[in-house]
């Protein structure tokens, strides 16, 4: 197969293999399918698609980076090529990788945004105890920055994945791994109070498997809560673009600052990979710093 039109035939047979073989989410999936429906569109432009594989897919590179997307989207859409490319020659359709020659766009770590103890206090304390919409609220930004959950995680959570007696959650992450992650008293008392005052009136006498539900008595979606979170930011008096990810790397940043370890919170964000934990990093330097100004009898 060194014909570069025909050079992506396979795409859904390597979507299948990442659900099937990797475990990958739908989101994951998503993004792959989209990258190589990009790609097969460029090659088959004009004269593109009967250029040799390597050569059309420097130009169809090339082409990425003259449209002026970010590194880390080229860089997105490298991986998923080279995925792709290595699933054809695992299976017996091409003899040598055409990406090898690719050269992956430099990027810089940038720090994640995090929030500082007095601006998540102030945060948890926007929503109206008053009203059921508002308790929901409370108990859902208080058990996402007591869990460090990703949005559609916490979302998708059930009334049977919440334990109040051992104050512990067990949570579906990325590629169905699951992971029980604890809670502390503050998330729990918002929960509780939300379970006992402000679920029951917005179902209005109706159930739900979902923990966190609408006025409708459907499961809030990410895309709501995203909504949410924003207005309660700027009711907050955070900087504009508060995410539900910025309360995530709070909830790790704020663990290592106080000590915790990089493989604990590995762990408990669900990331696979400890190289994914290290964008952290930071933190601990600025502890080791601190450590040694402390302890070091010449610091």
Known sequence: MQDAATALGKVQAFLEHCRVEKGLAVNSLDAYRRDLEKCRSFLLQGAEGRRPL??????????????????????R??????????????????????????AAPKQWSNLPKYLNTEQINRLCATPSPDKPNGIRDKAMIELLYAAGLRVTELCELELSDLNLELGVLRVMGKGGRQRIVPVGKSALDAVRTYLDAGRPALLGGG???????????????????????????RKAGIFHGLTPHVIRHTFATHLL???????????????????????????????????????????
């Open 54 to 75: 390597p050569e059309a897919l420097a130009r169809y590179t090339d082409s990425l980076y003259r449209s002026g997307l970010s590194s880390r989207s080229i860089a």
């Open 77 to 102: 859409h490298l991986t998923t090529l080279r995925n792709y490319f290595s699933f054809l020659i695992k299976e017996g359709d091409l003899a040598a990788d055409p990406t090898q020659a690719l």
């Open 207 to 233: 159930g739900s498997r979902y923990l966190f539900v609408t006025a409708r008595g459907g499961k809030m979606s990410r895309q709501g809560f995203w909504k949410l979170l924003g207005l309660y930011g």
């Open 257 to 299: 600052e106080g000590g915790a370890d990089l493989r604990s919170v590995q762990t408990m964000l669900g990331h696979s990979d400890i190289s994914t934990t290290q964008i952290y990093t930071h933190v601990l330097r600025s502890r080791l710093k601190k450590t040694v100004e402390q302890h070091h009898p010449r610091a």
